[in-house]
């Protein structure tokens, strides 16, 4: 097993310096080429941390506990597991996972974890409503991922849910579209709020007048198939703005059914990048994608400041997600989501 001495050989650098750069402590500490030399020797040594004598010398685990419910069935909070487990992996922590009812045994499970010595938790529910934190969690560092709390006790990471909006209807009119219908949710959640708050200022900065006559909120199965059947009738729309990828298939079943053509005589934008839907679609869906990994991830790096008492550095993310916004952002911290381009939508 290779040991800081080796690594520190390697390196032609003291053991202590080592310690500093392996343990994240080497900003303003350490010239940045050495610690990134100190870096390189220790991944071609295949140098790993002694969890147990960390534990012993920091007085933590390296255990964080990622709680949530119905986690195998929701793919946006898997993949934010991903990104959480890649982000405790970096800085040499690992993960235990709680999937839950949100029932009695939530609170059995977590004690669970509490027993184990858990550092602190990611906490994620499937839901745009306003929740309370379950009170086994709030004694502990703690970060929210995509949930909305009644108080801003706790860091939280979501999607820039208005960006949303504005950036499907901004697309939409950037293409030609001349009445943009918004399909949206019949639940009043706080996403269905703020995606509409988003379309309509899109059609502000446009100077175009919002006609609540193209919105239309619908729930699942025949009724909803018959409200926006009843709007391409009524309204003659030339592009819809879906609340999320399931809502396009109204529109796409509509639109076969009057002999229209998606992406030729119709545009469609929908929310979440849902591969069974986008991949499915003739044509294939134009969506916005939820950044669940990156959420993930972020949370993660926030969650291991908290618990360190420090700042990660300047660059705590891969470049690859370089449009987080940084570990200390404002709560709630807002995450850019990306338009994916197919081809639903109609070219100039």
Same mark, same amino acid.
């Given at each position: ?12 650098v ?8 392996? +343990? +994240? ?17 220790? *991944? ?24 949530? *419910?119905?986690?195998?069935?929701? &793919? ?15 800085? #040499? ?41 379950? *009170? ?18 706790? &860091? ?22 001349k ?21 309509r ?18 729930g699942?199965?025949? &009724? ?10 009524e ?8 609340y ?9 079943? $509509? ?17 979440? +990048? ?16 939820i ?9 993660? $790096? ?5 618990? *360190?008492?420090?700042s990660? #550095? ?6 690859e997600?370089? +449009? ?25």
């Amino acid at each position: 097993m290779m040991t800081m001495k080796d690594v520190a050989e390697k390196a032609g650098v003291s053991i202590s310096t080592v310690s500093l750069v392996l +343990n +994240n402590h080497d900003a303003g500490r350490v010239k940045p080429q050495i610690a990134a030399k100190v870096r390189q020797m220790a *991944e071609e040594l295949g140098y790993k941390p002694n969890p147990m004598a960390r534990s012993l010398r920091t007085s933590r685990t390296g255990i964080l506990g990622f709680v949530s *419910e119905q986690i195998q069935g929701i &793919p946006y909070t898997s993949k934010a597991l991903q990104g959480a487990q890649d982000a405790t992996s970096r800085y #040499g922590y690992i993960i235990l996972l709680v999937d839950t009812d949100g029932s009695a045994r939530q609170v059995e499970q977590t004690s669970t974890l509490q027993r184990y010595g858990v550092d602190g938790f990611l906490y994620s529910k499937p839901s745009s409503q306003v929740t309370e934190v379950p *009170e086994e969690l709030v004694h502990s560092p703690l970060v929210l991922i995509s949930t909305n709390t009644v108080d801003n006790r706790f &860091p939280i990471v979501e999607p820039n849910e208005f960006a949303i909006g504005y950036d499907a209807t901004k697309r939409l009119i950037d293409s030609g579209a001349k009445k943009i219908a918004y399909i949206g949710n019949a639940k009043p959640t706080i996403t269905q709020a703020t995606r509409l708050e988003g379309y309509r200022r899109a059609f502000k900065e446009a100077g175009r007048t919002f006609d609540d006559r193209l919105v239309v909120n619908v729930g699942n199965n025949d &009724p909803a198939l018959e409200m926006v059947s009843r709007l391409f009738d009524e309204q003659h729309p030339d592009a819809f703005f879906c609340y999320d990828d399931s809502r396009t298939w109204y529109v796409y079943e $509509c639109a076969a059914r009057r002999g229209l053509t998606i992406g030729k005589d119709l545009s469609v934008i929908g929310v979440g +990048n849902l591969d069974f839907i986008v991949d499915t679609f003739t044509p294939k869906l134009t969506t916005i994608a939820i950044p669940e990994y990156e959420m993930g991830y972020w949370a993660a $790096c926030k969650l291991i400041s908290l618990i *360190e008492k420090r700042s990660l #550095g300047p660059h705590p993310f891969p470049d690859e997600l370089s +449009n987080l916004p940084a570990i200390d952002a404002a709560s709630p911290a807002k995450v850019h989501c990306r338009l994916i381009e197919n081809e639903s939508v109609i070219s100039k």
